[in-house]
């Protein structure tokens, strides 16, 4: 089957692997994540909240700039606290690969 009248900027496949993940912090806020390492992004992280389906690539860089975390998985400052702590454990340095 063809597609016509698309223009694919990129199209590739690779293994990765997923980690899943729930937990609860200390304020009682439950976390459902699924956490992604490609070759991807830079060595970033693919962080998918399974409760609200948002998603984004996050790094350390990421995890310093304030309101980040808050503002892209509409976090209370408290629950984005909490969770910046967890990813800081997960997403560690990035390691750049070439």
Known sequence: MQLPNYDFMS?????????FTTFISPSLARFDL?????NRFYGKKLVTDLQS?????????????????AHTFKLTEE???ELTQFLYFVVGTVNFTD
């Open 11 to 19: 199209d590739s496949t690779e293994e990765t692997t997923t980690r």
């Open 34 to 38: 699924a956490i992604t390492t490609t």
């Open 53 to 69: 389906g948002k998603t984004a690539i996050i790094g350390p860089d990421d995890l310093e700039e304030e309101g980040y975390i």
């Open 79 to 81: 629950e984005a606290s």
